[in-house]
């Protein structure tokens, strides 16, 4: 799948996350020889755990080492999303004479990507990690062209989900993006700032899990704005 770019940044709704590599939805316990599921969380929204605004997961992986890795399955729920269209009128001017003069015409240009917001959210999230005690994680182009899109195809074909309508999960992506070593997903749509999708994530204790995985060395953060999808890729 073609990556698009897109518009991206967030206030109020969905988070889910995925952990490990192909397969259902959900998230699993990964040692080197098999993968074991493991718990259930309930759906949680932007700024409150337990909330009906948060949704669901991936699958796990085998990690570099050999001991396994507890993870969390949550469980999408229905939300609602907001569109906001604007609209820009050109003024009118007048000659000497009281005449008006014939309005320019008007260009449409693609939205810049928004740089500014994912590179926020890379700051918070490494903030967080810090306070957990581990190392922070660097921005791998590869994994941001995975993430971003991811959160472009979401908003293009509306859904919201760590497969796309075909079945090809975040591991798969960020495979064919050239990186060889995807570990772990978060995803988000509705909040509109970096501090509002981090603090839902932080509330829910799978995404907070990926977000504090000490293991983790690399990641990359995608936003379309046409409907607020975010996407956090990260990778061993």
């Known amino acids: 799948m073609a990556a698009r770019r897109g518009n991206r940044s967030v206030a109020g709704g969905l988070v889910g996350l995925l952990l490990g590599a192909a397969g259902a939805t959900g998230v699993a316990v990964a040692g080197p020889d098999r993968l ?8 949680a929204q932007d700024d409150r755990v337990d909330d009906p605004g948060v949704g669901g997961g991936g699958v796990g992986q085998p990690a570099r080492t050999a001991e396994p890795v507890a993870t969390t399955t949550t469980t999408a729920a229905p939300t609602s999303t907001t569109t906001t269209t604007t609209t820009t009128t050109l ?4 000659t000497a004479t009281a005449e008006p003069t ?4 008007t260009t ?4 810049a990507r928004p740089v500014s917001e994912a590179q926020r959210v890379v700051e918070l999230v490494n903030e967080a990690r810090a306070a957990a005690g581990c190392d922070a994680v ?23 989900s760590h497969e796309t ?4 999960d975040f591991a798969t992506r960020m495979r064919e993006a050239g990186y060889p070593d995807p570990g772990g997903e978060n995803i988000a749509k509705g909040q509109r700032t970096p501090e509002s999708v981090m603090k839902a994530w932080l509330g829910s204790e799978g995404h907070r899990r990926n977000v504090l995985d000490c293991r983790f060395t690399a990641m990359g953060v ?13 990778g061993w």
């Open 36 to 43: 074991v599921p493991f718990g259930t969380t309930t759906a």
């Open 138 to 160: 660097r921005v791998d182009e590869r994994v941001v062209d995975a993430a971003q899109g991811h959160s472009d195809d979401m908003s293009a074909r509306g859904y919201f």
């Open 222 to 234: 995608g936003l379309n704005t046409d409907g607020w999808y975010w996407t956090q890729d990260f």
């Open 165 to 168: 309508p075909e079945g090809v």
């Open 102 to 105: 014939t309005a320019p015409p």
């Open 91 to 94: 003024a009118t001017t007048t």
């Open 108 to 111: 449409t240009t693609a939205p």
